[in-house]
C-alpha cells in the first residue's frame, strides 16, 4: 500500500511540474524560451501532425517568427559575420522580431505587410504561428493577428522542433524583405 501511495504522489508532483502555465491575459514580454500555455483564446492550438496536416491542404499560410539574431555593433574590420541559418517549415515566410511583447510601430507595420502578404490581404484567410519548442515568441505574434482582425489563426506551440521530430521536412529560409 506505501508503494502505491509513493508512486501516485511521484506520478502527481512530476504532472504538476510538467502543466503548462495559464494563459496570460497580456503579451509576454520577458523570458520568451519558457513553457508556453496550453491554450490561446481566439486560436485553435495544433501539435505537428495537425500542422502538417494543414501544411499538406495548402490553404493556410506558415508563418515563422523566429527571431533573427542581430549583427554586433562594433565588429574588428575584417571579421567575417555569418548568420546562424535557419531551416523552417517549406513555404512558410519568416517574418523575424514579430513576436516581442512590445514592438516599435516599423516592426508593427514589417508584421502587417507580411500577413498582408501571405494572406493575400484577407484576414479571414488561415495563417499558422509558430517558431521553436516552448517559444512565447508565436504566441505573442498570433495574440497580435487575432487583436488584429485575423479570423481563422492556428499555432503551433511546439513549433520547427516538433515539426522535426515527427520527421517532416525543413528547408532554409531567408527573412522576408519587403521594398
Request: proline share 9%; glycine share 8%; charged share 25%.
Amino acid at each position: 500500500m506505501r508503494a502505491g501511495a509513493l508512486a501516485a504522489l511521484v506520478l502527481c508532483l512530476s504532472g504538476a511540474a510538467w502543466a503548462a502555465p495559464d494563459e496570460p491575459s497580456d503579451y509576454r514580454m520577458d523570458e520568451y524560451r519558457a513553457p508556453v500555455p496550453a491554450t490561446l483564446e481566439g486560436a485553435t492550438v495544433v501539435g505537428p501532425e495537425d500542422a502538417h496536416a494543414l501544411w499538406e491542404r495548402g490553404d493556410v499560410a506558415f508563418v515563422d517568427v523566429l527571431p533573427r539574431a542581430p549583427k554586433p555593433e562594433g565588429l574588428p574590420e575584417g571579421t567575417i559575420w555569418r548568420e546562424k541559418p535557419r531551416n523552417s517549415i517549406p513555404g512558410a515566410m519568416w517574418l523575424p522580431n514579430v513576436g516581442y511583447g512590445a514592438i516599435a510601430e516599423e516592426t508593427a507595420d514589417y508584421f502587417r505587410a507580411g500577413l498582408d502578404v501571405v494572406t493575400e490581404g484577407d484576414p479571414d484567410h488561415a495563417v499558422l504561428f509558430f517558431c521553436l519548442e516552448n517559444c512565447w515568441m508565436s504566441w505573442n505574434a498570433a495574440k497580435r493577428a487575432l487583436e488584429w482582425g485575423y479570423s481563422e489563426v492556428y499555432w503551433l506551440p511546439e513549433g520547427t522542433d516538433g515539426w522535426a521530430l515527427w520527421d517532416y521536412p525543413l528547408e532554409p529560409v531567408a527573412p522576408q524583405e519587403f521594398n
